[in-house]
């Protein structure tokens, strides 16, 4: 007590409390500072704190040209601030996620007819700025768009969406697009549109659609490999049946001369058995 406070708190003067009585003084005007860190010796330990403040100058009689005292209101805020400061790392990290992925953010207002989209949206949709939202839907294939109304008009009882439709550019060319998200609704349940992420899924769709071509045509080699050996099978029956046909001829004919060769032996024997005997 009586001493500077610079001699007091030496952390005053580290953490700029200092310069601003300074130059509270020295301006005769308030001071405001929001999110002030201060570290703060609590049990030994050193914490950081943060702090919102009001430093106001008192003057004992009016007309002085410096404060005599400085009052100083401090709040402390430390967990608002660390709130915010995990809210933003959060943020950082979904952008990252989104920025990896390639997915861009759609906000749509159904009633204004307005979209908020990022900047990777507008370049999934080949958009080189924000549009309307018809715009958005009328660069859907006309041939999807059903699909999109369909999933819309589901997510109205689920509350989330999920489809996948064809971009028609002016080129006509055409891209495929992934959207996903939910149904958003204003404090009274009202309907106003919708939050989702799109993607660009092109390269995923042609390589299912060629792996799927690639089955059908296996399938059909397959189909017809099976027609072949059932072919094969029928002309295999049909030759062993015209073998076991021949082979019963054939028998009966070999059969018809052994019959009369045994027919004679037995003559001759009867004839030579007479002529042995007389």
Same mark, same amino acid.
């Given at each position: ?36 860190? !201060? ?111 369909? !999933? ?26 992934? !959207? ?44 017809? !490999? ?53």
């Amino acid at each position: 007590i009586g001493q500077p406070i610079e001699q007091t708190l030496t952390e005053a003067k580290k953490q700029g409390l200092i310069s601003i009585l300074d130059n509270v003084r020295q301006t005769g005007k308030p001071y405001y500072v929001s999110n002030f860190p !201060a570290v703060i010796l609590i049990n030994d330990v050193r914490e950081t704190k943060y702090f919102s403040l009001i430093f106001k100058p008192y003057f004992l009689k009016p007309g002085d040209k410096e404060p005599g005292a400085i009052f100083c209101v401090a709040h402390n805020i430390t967990e608002q601030v660390l709130t915010l400061q995990k809210l933003e790392e959060e943020k950082q990290r979904t952008s990252l996620a989104l920025e990896v992925g390639e997915l861009g953010l759609l906000t749509t207002d159904w009633k204004d007819n307005f979209v908020n989209a990022d900047k990777r949206a507008n370049e999934i949709f080949d958009f080189a700025h924000t549009h309307s939202l018809d715009d958005y839907i009328n660069r859907i294939h006309p041939e999807d768009r059903l699909e999109r109304k369909a !999933a819309i008009k589901e997510a109205m009882g689920t509350g989330n969406f999920d489809f996948q439709v064809r971009l028609l550019f002016d080129d006509d060319s055409i891209r495929w697009m992934r !959207a996903r998200g939910f149904i958003q609704k204003d404090i009274e349940g009202n309907v106003k549109g919708s939050f989702g992420i799109v993607q660009d899924i092109t390269s995923q769709k042609e390589f299912e659609l060629a792996l799927q071509k690639k089955v059908e045509e296996r399938t059909i080699e397959l189909e017809l !490999a099976n027609k072949s050996l059932l072919q094969l099978n029928e002309d295999l029956a049909r030759s062993n049946t015209n073998l076991e046909e021949f082979t019963r001829a054939a028998s009966h004919d070999l059969k018809e001369p052994i019959r009369k060769v045994d027919f004679f032996v037995d003559r001759l024997k009867t004839s030579l058995e007479s002529k042995i005997n007389e």
